[in-house]
């Protein structure tokens, strides 16, 4: 059974820079699709990015142009780069991962919040 586990989430000012990762046990070639989603409370998880094993990326329109997910095949880890944060960024975020039976894997969720 693949864990995932983010890291990297924190308070950072407007403006901001901030990088989150998951790393996967096992190996990241068991998901075809992985992606980034997050969630404010009282609001459903929303999708903010994705990428294919192919490496071709989706993006939420919200993050177009700031955001930039990536996935390392060599260290198991997928990245999100986040900048020009806003505080509508805010939001406690999840890596997620696919897998060829589209069971769906979760990771336990990295808070954000960009406040000054």
């Known amino acids: 059974q693949a864990q995932l586990v983010e890291s990297g989430g924190g308070l950072v000012q407007p403006g901001g820079s901030l990088t989150l990762s998951c790393a996967v046990s096992?190996?990241?070639?068991?998901?075809?699709?992985m992606g980034w989603y997050r969630q404010v409370p009282g609001n459903q998880r929303e999708l903010v990015a994705n990428?294919?094993?192919?490496?071709?990326?989706t993006y939420s329109d919200s993050v177009k142009g700031r955001f930039t997910i990536s996935r390392d095949i060599s260290t198991n880890t997928l990245s999100l780069q986040m900048s020009g944060l806003k505080p509508e960024d805010t939001a406690v975020y999840y890596c997620?991962?696919?897998?060829?039976?589209?069971?769906?894997?979760w990771g336990q969720g990295t808070q954000v919040t960009v406040s000054s």
């Open positions: 997620n991962g696919l897998d060829f039976g589209r069971s769906e894997y």
């Open positions: 096992g190996s990241i070639f068991k998901f075809p699709v």
């Open positions: 990428i294919t094993s192919g490496g071709t990326p």
